[in-house]
Each structure stands twice: as C-alpha cells, then as structure tokens.
C-alpha cells in the first residue's frame, strides 16, 4: 500500500481544475481511498488529493469493471459519466470527487432506487448522497423503470416494420405475377402470329 499526494491548482483560462494528473496517476492502479482538501494559498485556489492505492493493479482490472454491465449497463454507464462530467464543471471539481468509476459501476449493479440504498454504495457517505443521491436516483428511475415502456415501443417498430416488409413483399409478388402474364400474353400472341403466318 502506497501514499500520494497531488495539488491540483485551479486554471483560470479553462475555469476548471484540471483532473487529467489524477486521471493518469490512477489509471492503473487499485485506489483504496482518495481524500480531497479544497484551499487557497496567495489567493489562488487548490485541491488537494490524499491517494491510497495499491501498485502495479492488473491492467484488466478496468475490463473487469465493464465486463461485469450487460448492454444497456454498458449504456447507463456512459450516461452516469456523463452526468458526472457537467457535475464537476458546474462545480469546478475533479470528476472523481463526485463518484469513481468503480463507484458509477456499483450504482449500475445495484440500482439503488431509494438514498438510504445508494448510502450502502462505498463511498457514498452522508455528505456525498446529500448532494447528489437525489439526482442519482432519479436516473437509476428512469433508465430501468421506463426501460419496458422503451421494448414495448421498440417491439411495436419490429411489429410494423415486419408489416412492411409483408406488405412490401406482396406488392412485390403481386408486380412478379403481373409481369409474367404479361410475358405469357406476348408469348400467346407471338405463337397465334406464327400460327397465323403458317
């Protein structure tokens, strides 16, 4: 088990703190726990990271993590980065602040639907669900809650495209046997000609 310490000093042309020294320190390694202490000094504002971690994690580690969300996992999760990124610009926080990938990837397996479940996610204290359990239940709600109503209109666009298919595949047949009694016409009236010339 290993300490690092990171001083994230705030940009004033982006506006933001800059997590990418963040990102990369911990993209491949097991963190045990991370602290973040928000402070001032000469008038400029910092974070800074207390880190715990682990060295030399398995580089599959990240893989293990996806691979355990099904398609629709794979979908919420991409939406709850999502929410997580305008999270931390509003705030001007680092992203992981606000929830960890293996965080945002609890929340996908469990599906809390209440905040008392999501305060059993580790790491998500008090403080944590206070601020943003509310609108992390309210898109586990309706991700899964509303995701039946979403088949039964995608089963409906399978049913009429199926539909269209048939009756395009009728009008197909109905326009193939046209032609052919027309061929057969030609056919009749090219032998009652020969016929004739005979």
Do not use: C
């Amino acid at each position: 088990m290993q300490v690092k310490i990171i001083t994230l000093p705030f940009d004033p042309t982006g506006n933001v703190f800059e997590d990418d020294t963040i990102n990369k320190f911990t993209m491949n390694k097991q963190i045990i726990s991370m602290k973040s202490q928000f402070f001032y000094h000469n008038d400029l504002p910092y974070w800074s990271v207390y880190i715990v971690y682990n060295v030399d994690v398995d580089l599959t580690m990240k893989e293990d993590l996806k691979s355990s969300l099904d398609q629709p996992g794979l979908l919420f999760y991409k939406r709850l980065q999502e929410w997580r990124k305008i999270k931390a610009d509003e705030n001007k926080i680092p992203v992981f602040i606000i929830a960890t990938n293996k965080q945002l990837t609890d929340i996908i397996i469990e599906k809390p639907r209440t905040l008392e479940a999501l305060r059993m996610i580790d790491g998500f204290a008090k403080k944590k669900v206070t601020k943003y359990g509310n609108d992390i239940i309210s898109m586990v709600k309706n991700f899964y809650d509303k995701k039946p109503i979403q088949n039964v209109q995608a089963k409906k666009r399978v049913a009429n495209n199926k539909n269209k298919t048939t009756f395009q595949q009728k009008e197909s047949q109905q326009q193939e046997n046209q032609q052919q009694k027309i061929q057969q016409q030609e056919n009749q009236q090219d032998k009652n000609q020969q016929q004739e010339k005979q």
